[in-house]
């Protein structure tokens, strides 16, 4: 008998994982639900596009594994596809004796994890590799690169399509109702209210998994907190002043990576992203605020823990995020070179960054199965890069849990 699933998300995870049941099981009926009425609208769509190679990941850890066979799938993927992706290279800079220690331990965990040719530099060779970056020292990562993942993720929706599966836009998931023989999906389409049962159900829902994952009976936590990222954008005849990806030495407190330069594919270079609690999930502006999202905020006690540890760095990301000097001047640290005139308000993303109950930030892949339904309920970055190996690992625990 045909098994019916259904997989709600449209960003890359929740494609590439439609892709890998229908590629496992050509038989299944495969219907994707995405809200937004195109693929890969928020995260997905709105990240800086840089391919990570696992400079950072402890080795052996679940993020390591997935990143670094999510790589080799990925460029396979793009060089069978005809998917543009540039292999500009990157060099995490830094500034002080401190953080040159810092990148030994990069380095170790970084060849652990098989990352090709990254070696540390001194800083007569960065200038020859970045001639406008400044540091005592550098890692370099020559197999770093950028690509353009709402372009893999469409590529990955027709590889899907193509074999069978269903995509449906304009489709928001407002129930999962679990029951003994099936899984009844509700969603909201056009103004009408739509029903339909499945056998099982895959939630890949950024930053509506914790929504999601409580319709479906699994509990509160981790909760997902929006934090967004804003960039700003070289202009044209400023371009030139980078090679490649140029990082800052990475603060091991925080999963954030810093402010860094990014070339992007379509040639746009980008500086930022800071890190700012957004005023509403899909909060990609100060002026978009929603009463629901903030309420959900303030009836967090694991946000409230969270922001008595770090509330100094939030004042610091806030300033910056109203001040373009602010801004610039975490960039121009390692860029001298960069001036507040050089640049344009760029783009902006929001993260869904998962909170443990204890305040803590969850830094690792999170799976939870219900009865008929599996949830992802946290996948942090580099989980584009990783999405790939990302889909193999939740359709294994799709499969575990029949």
Known sequence: MTERVAVVGGGIIGVAVAREIVRRRPDSDVTLFEKEDRLA??????????????????????????????????????AERGI???????????????????????????????????????????HELEPNVRGVAALHSPSTSIVDFAEVTRELAADATGTGAKVLLG?????????????????????????????????????????????AGDGP???????????????????DLVNGLVYPVPDPRYPFLGVHVTPRVDGEVLIGPNAVLALAREGY??????????????ATPAF????????????????????????????????????????????????AQALDADGGLVDDFRISVRGRVVV???????????????????????????
């Open 41 to 78: 609208s928020h995260q997905t769509g709105r990240n800086s596009g840089v391919v990570h190679a696992g400079l950072y990941y402890e080795p052996g850890s679940q993020k390591a594994l997935l990143c670094r066979r999510g790589v080799n799938l990925l460029e396979a993927f793009c």
């Open 84 to 126: 543009r992706r540039i292999a500009c290279g990157k060099v995490l800079v830094a500034l002080t004796d401190d953080e040159r220690a810092r990148l030994t331990d990069i380095e170790r965990r970084a060849s652990a994890n098989g990352v090709p040719g990254v070696r540390i530099i001194g800083a007569e060779e960065l």
């Open 171 to 215: 489709h928001q998931v407002t129930g999962l109702r679990v029951g003994a023989t099936e899984v009844v999906v509700s969603a909201r389409a056009g103004g009408d209210d739509v029903q339909a049962g499945f056998d099982r159900v895959v939630v890949c829902g950024g930053l509506q998994s914790d929504r999601l994952a409580e319709m």
């Open 221 to 239: 936590d981790p909760v997902i907190m929006p934090f967004r990222g804003e960039y700003y954008a070289l202009k044209p005849h400023r371009r």
């Open 285 to 298: 502006t100060w002026r978009t605020v929603s009463l629901r999202d903030l309420a959900a905020v303030a």
């Open 304 to 351: 409230w823990r969270f922001a008595r540890r770090h509330w100094r760095t939030g004042v610091r990301e806030v300033y910056g995020s109203l001040s373009t000097r602010r801004f610039m001047a975490a960039a121009r640290a390692y860029v001298p070179a960069l001036s507040d005139d050089d640049v344009v308000p760029g783009p902006a993303g929001v993260r």
């Open 376 to 402: 992802l309920r946290n996948a942090p970055s580099p989980a584009a890069t990783s999405a790939l190996a990302i889909a193999e690992h939740v359709v294994d625990t799709f499969e575990a849990a029949r």
